[in-house]
Protein backbone atom coordinates (compact mmCIF):
# COMPACT_ATOMS: atom_id res chain seq x y z
CA UNK A 1 0.00 0.00 0.00
CA UNK A 2 1.06 3.60 -0.81
CA UNK A 3 0.69 6.18 1.64
CA UNK A 4 1.01 10.27 1.10
CA UNK A 5 4.02 11.71 1.81
CA UNK A 6 5.90 12.23 4.02
CA UNK A 7 7.60 15.31 2.12
CA UNK A 8 11.14 14.84 1.40
CA UNK A 9 13.55 16.80 -1.37
CA UNK A 10 16.49 16.36 -3.55
CA UNK A 11 19.01 18.73 -3.56
CA UNK A 12 18.70 19.35 -7.23
CA UNK A 13 21.70 21.83 -8.12
CA UNK A 14 23.47 19.32 -9.73
CA UNK A 15 23.81 15.01 -9.93
CA UNK A 16 22.01 12.13 -10.68
CA UNK A 17 18.77 13.90 -9.13
CA UNK A 18 16.42 11.72 -11.07
CA UNK A 19 17.11 9.12 -10.07
CA UNK A 20 16.56 9.47 -6.33
CA UNK A 21 12.94 10.92 -7.50
CA UNK A 22 12.67 7.98 -8.46
CA UNK A 23 13.22 5.45 -5.93
CA UNK A 24 11.70 8.40 -2.94
CA UNK A 25 8.48 8.30 -5.40
CA UNK A 26 8.33 4.40 -5.95
CA UNK A 27 8.40 4.28 -2.07
CA UNK A 28 5.30 6.79 -1.85
CA UNK A 29 7.37 10.21 -0.65
CA UNK A 30 5.96 13.17 -1.85
CA UNK A 31 8.89 14.16 -3.75
CA UNK A 32 10.48 18.38 -4.03
CA UNK A 33 13.32 19.35 -5.81
CA UNK A 34 15.22 21.81 -3.75
CA UNK A 35 17.18 25.01 -5.11
CA UNK A 36 16.42 27.38 -2.75
CA UNK A 37 15.57 27.47 0.70
CA UNK A 38 11.96 27.99 0.83
CA UNK A 39 12.00 24.60 -0.94
CA UNK A 40 14.08 23.44 1.70
CA UNK A 41 11.83 24.54 4.46
CA UNK A 42 8.97 22.64 3.11
CA UNK A 43 10.72 19.28 3.37
CA UNK A 44 11.27 16.93 6.34
CA UNK A 45 13.98 15.45 5.06
CA UNK A 46 16.86 15.71 2.19
CA UNK A 47 18.34 13.60 -0.06
CA UNK A 48 22.57 14.58 -1.09
CA UNK A 49 22.45 13.45 -4.64
CA UNK A 50 25.65 11.94 -6.17
CA UNK A 51 27.55 13.92 -8.61
CA UNK A 52 30.61 16.13 -8.04
CA UNK A 53 30.39 17.03 -4.61
CA UNK A 54 33.00 20.15 -5.42
CA UNK A 55 30.37 21.73 -7.83
CA UNK A 56 27.50 20.81 -5.60
CA UNK A 57 29.82 22.81 -3.22
CA UNK A 58 29.94 25.83 -5.31
CA UNK A 59 26.71 25.69 -6.50
CA UNK A 60 25.29 25.58 -2.83
CA UNK A 61 26.83 28.58 -1.88
CA UNK A 62 26.02 30.65 -5.36
CA UNK A 63 22.43 29.65 -4.48
CA UNK A 64 22.25 30.57 -1.16
CA UNK A 65 21.75 27.47 0.29
CA UNK A 66 24.80 26.51 2.25
CA UNK A 67 23.83 27.82 5.18
CA UNK A 68 20.44 27.01 5.40
CA UNK A 69 21.34 23.16 4.77
CA UNK A 70 24.01 23.45 7.51
CA UNK A 71 21.10 24.89 10.00
CA UNK A 72 18.70 21.68 8.79
CA UNK A 73 21.60 19.80 9.45
CA UNK A 74 22.17 20.84 12.76
CA UNK A 75 18.30 21.23 13.55
CA UNK A 76 18.28 17.40 13.26
CA UNK A 77 16.35 17.31 9.65
CA UNK A 78 16.79 14.02 8.27
CA UNK A 79 20.10 14.03 5.00
CA UNK A 80 20.67 11.24 3.21
CA UNK A 81 23.97 11.00 0.62
CA UNK A 82 24.68 9.22 -1.96
CA UNK A 83 28.78 9.31 -3.19
CA UNK A 84 29.47 12.93 -3.68
CA UNK A 85 26.31 13.10 -1.12
CA UNK A 86 28.36 11.76 1.57
CA UNK A 87 31.35 13.98 0.66
CA UNK A 88 28.82 16.94 1.45
CA UNK A 89 27.95 15.07 4.94
CA UNK A 90 31.47 14.82 6.06
CA UNK A 91 33.01 16.65 8.66
CA UNK A 92 36.47 16.21 7.09
CA UNK A 93 37.57 15.92 3.82
CA UNK A 94 40.70 14.26 2.15
CA UNK A 95 41.85 15.01 -1.44
CA UNK A 96 39.22 17.88 -1.86
CA UNK A 97 39.98 20.00 -4.23
CA UNK A 98 41.57 24.07 -3.30
CA UNK A 99 38.82 25.58 -0.98
CA UNK A 100 36.10 23.07 -1.10
CA UNK A 101 33.94 22.66 1.33
CA UNK A 102 31.01 20.38 2.96
CA UNK A 103 28.27 20.85 4.32
CA UNK A 104 29.48 18.74 7.53
CA UNK A 105 27.66 17.04 10.19
CA UNK A 106 28.33 13.65 10.18
CA UNK A 107 31.63 12.76 12.36
CA UNK A 108 33.61 11.19 9.75
CA UNK A 109 36.94 11.73 7.65
CA UNK A 110 36.14 10.86 3.71
CA UNK A 111 38.85 10.73 1.35
CA UNK A 112 37.27 11.71 -2.12
CA UNK A 113 37.77 9.50 -5.66
CA UNK A 114 39.76 6.74 -3.07
CA UNK A 115 39.72 4.07 -5.65
CA UNK A 116 42.37 5.60 -7.81
CA UNK A 117 42.05 5.84 -11.76
CA UNK A 118 41.89 2.31 -13.11
CA UNK A 119 38.91 0.96 -10.49
CA UNK A 120 37.34 4.20 -10.31
CA UNK A 121 33.81 2.33 -11.37
CA UNK A 122 32.87 -0.76 -10.04
CA UNK A 123 29.85 -3.18 -9.17
CA UNK A 124 29.72 -5.37 -6.03
CA UNK A 125 27.35 -7.10 -3.92
CA UNK A 126 27.84 -5.91 0.42
CA UNK A 127 26.04 -7.75 3.20
CA UNK A 128 24.25 -4.65 5.04
CA UNK A 129 23.16 -6.51 7.84
CA UNK A 130 20.87 -3.67 9.24
CA UNK A 131 19.40 -4.06 5.91
CA UNK A 132 19.32 -8.05 6.43
CA UNK A 133 18.76 -10.48 2.97
CA UNK A 134 19.38 -10.10 0.42
CA UNK A 135 22.82 -8.41 0.00
CA UNK A 136 22.89 -4.75 -1.57
CA UNK A 137 24.32 -4.64 -4.97
CA UNK A 138 26.39 -1.69 -5.09
CA UNK A 139 27.30 0.60 -8.08
CA UNK A 140 30.63 2.54 -7.29
CA UNK A 141 31.53 6.01 -9.53
CA UNK A 142 34.39 7.83 -8.57
CA UNK A 143 33.46 6.94 -4.80
CA UNK A 144 35.09 7.94 -1.69
CA UNK A 145 35.67 5.71 1.12
CA UNK A 146 35.30 6.47 5.08
CA UNK A 147 38.55 6.46 6.85
CA UNK A 148 38.02 7.69 10.26
CA UNK A 149 34.50 7.40 12.21
CA UNK A 150 33.73 9.47 15.43
CA UNK A 151 31.98 8.62 18.16
CA UNK A 152 28.75 7.49 17.49
CA UNK A 153 29.02 6.51 14.06
CA UNK A 154 27.90 3.01 12.63
CA UNK A 155 29.47 1.71 9.93
CA UNK A 156 26.39 0.28 8.11
CA UNK A 157 28.53 -1.60 5.21
CA UNK A 158 32.35 -2.59 4.77
CA UNK A 159 34.33 -3.81 1.26
CA UNK A 160 35.65 -7.78 1.61
CA UNK A 161 38.82 -5.66 2.61
CA UNK A 162 37.09 -4.17 5.79
CA UNK A 163 36.80 -0.53 4.20
CA UNK A 164 33.95 1.11 5.58
CA UNK A 165 31.36 2.48 2.37
CA UNK A 166 28.38 3.12 4.55
CA UNK A 167 27.50 4.83 7.40
CA UNK A 168 24.49 6.26 9.78
CA UNK A 169 24.15 8.52 13.03
CA UNK A 170 21.28 9.41 14.22
CA UNK A 171 18.80 11.02 11.00
CA UNK A 172 22.28 11.54 8.74
CA UNK A 173 23.51 8.14 6.95
CA UNK A 174 25.21 8.21 3.65
CA UNK A 175 26.87 5.48 1.15
CA UNK A 176 29.88 5.88 -0.82
CA UNK A 177 27.93 4.30 -3.53
CA UNK A 178 24.84 4.79 -5.86
CA UNK A 179 21.73 2.31 -4.46
CA UNK A 180 19.75 5.14 -6.64
CA UNK A 181 21.10 3.48 -9.68
CA UNK A 182 21.59 -0.26 -9.24
CA UNK A 183 17.46 -0.59 -8.29
CA UNK A 184 18.05 -0.86 -4.45
CA UNK A 185 15.62 0.66 -2.17
CA UNK A 186 16.31 -0.71 1.20
CA UNK A 187 18.58 2.98 2.00
CA UNK A 188 16.11 5.11 0.81
CA UNK A 189 13.05 2.99 2.63
CA UNK A 190 15.12 3.06 5.82
CA UNK A 191 15.91 6.98 5.13
CA UNK A 192 12.07 7.35 4.56
CA UNK A 193 11.59 5.03 8.07
CA UNK A 194 13.64 8.31 9.85
CA UNK A 195 11.72 10.75 8.11
CA UNK A 196 8.64 9.94 9.10
CA UNK A 197 9.77 8.79 13.04
CA UNK A 198 11.43 12.71 12.85
N1 LIG B 1 34.13 11.86 -7.23
C1 LIG B 1 32.92 12.60 -7.01
C2 LIG B 1 33.13 13.74 -6.05
O1 LIG B 1 34.18 14.05 -5.66
C3 LIG B 1 31.82 11.71 -6.49
C4 LIG B 1 31.36 10.79 -7.57
C5 LIG B 1 29.93 10.37 -7.49
O2 LIG B 1 29.10 10.99 -6.83
N2 LIG B 1 29.63 9.37 -8.25
O3 LIG B 1 32.18 14.37 -5.67
Known amino acids: MVTAGPPVGVLSLQGDVREHVRVLADLGAEVTLVR ?4 LARVRGLVLPGGESSVIDK ?8 EP ?17 LIL ?22 RRN ?3 SQVDSFETELDV ?10 TFIRAPLVEELGEGVTALAR ?9 EDGPLLGTSFHPEVSGERRFHQRFLDVVRAS
Not at 59 to 66: A, K, T, Y
Not at 89 to 110: E, M, P, S, W, Y
Open 36 to 39: RPEE
Open 59 to 66: LSRGFGMR
Open 69 to 85: IRAAIAGGVPVFGTCAG
Open 89 to 110: LADRILDGIVGQQTFGGLDITV
Open 114 to 116: AFG
Open 129 to 138: PALGSPPVPA
Open 159 to 167: LSDGRVVAV
